[in-house]
Structure formats: C-alpha cells, structure tokens
C-alpha cells in the first residue's frame, strides 16, 4: 500500500473577514446603545441584599462545581458524574434533590420557598443544562450554565423562609441535539412553573439574542445492489441519490429567507466501490427564525427528497424529528430588563438585541419552554471565541469563564426573587408573553 503525505495550502484557512466586520459593526452600534432600564423595583433591598451576601459566599461552591462539570465533558443523555456533582453539592447544603426522575435518567429537581398552595406567589423555575459536545468537550459552556444556575439556587436557598414564593430548580440534559427540555416537559417535569430563566455563556452579554427553531430530518435512499463493473446498469444507485439530494439541497440555499439555515451530514454511503450502493442516508439539521417559516423550509426538503427519487430510480424514508423539534426563542421583555439591572450592578454591560447581529444564531431546545411561559435566556459574556469550537471550551474553562458563572449566579438569584416579590413585574410579564403570541401548542405545531 502507498501512502502521500496531504500538504495543507496556506489560503485553506477560513478568512475572518467578514466575523471582524459583524465585531465592528457590534461596537458601533453599542457605542450608541443606552443602558437598559427598569420600571418595576422589583424585591426589597432588605431581602436582595441577604441574597447578594449569600451569592457572594457561594462563589467557591460556583467555581469548584463549574471545573468539576467542564473537565467531565459528558454528552448528551449521558452526564451521570455531572448530576451526581450537583446533586453532591445541594445535598452537602440541606437540599433535597430528586434526580433521574420523568423518564430521564439525567434528569435533576430540587426546590425551595412557598409553594402557591400554601399562599405563596407563585413559582419560577431556574433552569440549567450540563451536556457537552462529542470530541470538543464544553465548547457551548454548559458546565458554566449549570454552575451558575446551581450557585443562584443556593443563595435563594439560604432566604428559603424569607421567600414569598417558591423556586424550583430544574436541571435538564441533552440539550445538544436531544431536546431534554422538551421530553422532560411532555412528562410533568415544569409543571407548575409559572415563569422560567437561565443563562447561556456567549461572546457578549446580550439580553435578548435570537436563537431559531429547529428541526431534524434523516432521509434514506434505497437502490438495487448490483456490480459496479459487470452489469451497473442494473443497479439503482442509493449513493447517487444521496449526492444528488445534497447538492439540491446546498442548490436551494441561495432561495431560502436569510435567516433559515439548512446543513447536512451523509450518514451512510456504501459499503465496497464495487457494488453498486442499496442504502445511503443522509441527515439534516433545518432551522428557522419562526414557526411558520420552519413549517414552509420543511415542505421544501420533502419536495427535494422525492424529485431525488424519482430522477434516481430509488424509494425514499424521511423521518422528521427523532428528538423533539425546538422553536424559536421568544424573550420576555419585562424580566430581561430586570437582569440587565444585576448584571450592571456587577459591572457588565447587556446589550439589547439587535445590537449583536442577529445572523450569529444557533437553536436551543429552551425555546419550546419560552413560548409555554414567561422566559429569559440572556446571554453572558465570557470572551472573544465562537460557540462549538475548541477556544470556546478553553475560554470558558478559564478564569473569565468561573467569573461569568458568578456573576451569572448572582444575576439568576436577583431576578427570581425580583419575580417573587414583585406584583407588578409578574403582571407585566404575563402581559408581554400574551402580547407576543401566548401559550404555543408545541406538540401539535408540525403535527
């Protein structure tokens, strides 16, 4: 066997050109951004300032935990240290953890306050995710989501008989692909949650950032096996089809809205050169910035996979979503302004949206839970790296890293207990989730 030695050209690296233009056009328009503000006064100084104090003794705690879960780098369904860690750490605090519970065994509930039925004011769920990615670790930061979200439990928790109502805590795996949020809620795992937060770690610290819907789609091609050589005439090529299907597909990219996203893999492709391929399978992530243009992209993949058919001679399968579909995000305006308040009063800046471009969008499985009730899923600054990639999961390890969990922490706790004592606030965020749409059918949106 003969083997070269492949020589990489120096022109093969992607040019930042075009990410430094987005960074520039970031700093201009935050440069004539104002500071956001609030109307509501949220909880009483007396009672933020107990939460501050423990928030601030519980920095350690935050840090350890965030280090634990980076180097674990557990995938999704499979972060049993990772929960385990958490749980461990509640646990050693007085805390009464439920883990494994509503069909997943990563699964992590714990709560405090007073609950509605014994006249408390209602109940906000803080909601964490702790899943890695295969083979670069916490390149999306999760462990710093479920530190912070853990650490802004904890400082509540020490005001447990002081708070009006209730907090849960509701750690979910396998947001990577899985849609744990999504199996969790069909089984009860949010229910009686009537307002929910968390954080995501990112580039900037932006309240309001656009994540799309998301759907997954495996399209299978079946041909006729046949010799390669000897008689490929009498084969029907499922390899052919699957080539064909994704150069359609990069085809129709130029025609989509621009803020749709179609990206693809082949799962398989053959077995030996010389048989003609009976099987190919293809696997496509589609997403969009709103429910109906999703359903409207998803129509158009269908229509692509049957002309492939018939052009290929082949039959095709197309299975929709084996995880849950996730929907846009929708943020709640009057609960952001209340954590742009906390996180300025620790020395950051969130920006309102808008101002980061709104092209650098991914999907999180958090949007089925935001169009169900009252959300915010700010985003944290952490430093100058790009989600899913091997210097996000550095960067995020790192000393910025543990400080965005603090102030995470501490932004998370405030707000929820803005949220518990605060009846105006409540009125208000219900009034802008009914404003933006209300409950959405999640189940029966592509049903």
Not at 16 to 34: H, I, P, S, V
Not at 132 to 143: E, N
Request: aromatic content about 6%; proline content about 5%; some cysteine.
């Amino acid at each position: 066997m003969t083997t070269t030695t492949a020589t990489t050209a120096a022109g093969s690296a992607p040019s930042r050109a075009y990410l430094d233009l987005l960074e520039a056009t970031t700093r201009r328009r935050a440069l004539a951004f104002e500071p956001l503000t609030s109307k509501h006064t949220g909880a009483p100084e007396a009672a933020a300032a107990a939460v501050r104090r423990a928030a601030a003794e519980g920095r350690d705690d935050v840090a350890t935990l965030a280090g634990v879960v980076h180097d674990l780098a557990e995938v999704a369904f499979e972060e049993h240290a990772s929960v385990a860690a958490i749980a461990d750490l509640l646990t050693r605090h007085g805390i009464e953890v439920e883990t494994g519970t509503h069909g997943l065994a990563t699964s992590l509930r714990a709560r405090v306050g007073l609950a509605p039925s014994d006249g408390g004011t209602g109940t906000i769920a803080i909601v964490a995710e702790y899943d890695a990615l295969p083979g670069i670790g916490h390149a999306c930061g999760h462990h710093l989501i479920a530190a912070s979200a853990t650490g802004a439990f904890l400082a509540l928790a020490a005001q447990a008989r002081d708070l009006p109502g209730e907090v849960v805590l509701l750690e979910t795996p396998a947001e990577e692909g899985g849609s744990g949020k999504e199996l969790l809620w069909r089984e009860g795992f949010f229910d009686g949650v009537d307002a929910a937060i968390m954080l995501h770690p990112f580039s900037y610290d932006v309240v309001d950032h656009p994540f799309l819907g998301r759907r997954q789609l495996v399209v299978t091609y079946r041909g006729v096996a046949a010799h390669a050589s000897a008689q490929p005439f009498m084969g029907r090529n499922a390899l052919d089809a699957a080539a064909l299907n994704y150069q359609a597909v990069g085809l129709l990219r130029q025609h989509l809205p621009p803020s749709d996203r179609v990206h693809g893999v082949v799962r398989e492709g053959g077995d030996r050169p010389s048989i003609v391929p009976e099987l190919a399978r293809l696997e496509y992530y589609v997403r969009s910035a709103h429910p109906e243009t999703l359903r409207d992209l998803s129509r158009r993949l269908e229509d692509v996979a049957h002309g492939v058919a018939l052009a290929t001679g082949t039959q095709v399968e197309l299975a929709w979503d084996p995880q849950p579909f996730t929907l846009p995000l929708r943020t709640n305006d009057p609960l952001a302004r209340r954590w742009a308040r906390h996180q300025q009063a620790v020395g950051r800046a969130p920006l309102a949206g808008g101002i980061v471009p709104e092209i650098l969008a991914g999907s999180t499985d958090f949007g089925n839970v935001s169009v169900r009730v009252p959300s915010i899923h700010p985003m944290i600054a952490v430093g100058d790296a790009a989600l899913h990639t091997r210097e996000f999961a550095a960067v995020s390890g790192s000393p910025s890293g543990v400080r965005a969990a603090h102030d995470g922490a501490m932004g998370l706790a405030l707000t929820a207990l803005d949220w518990l004592h605060d009846g105006e606030l409540r009125a208000a965020a219900v009034a802008d989730f009914e404003a933006a749409g209300g409950v959405v059918d999640v189940e029966g949106d592509f049903a």
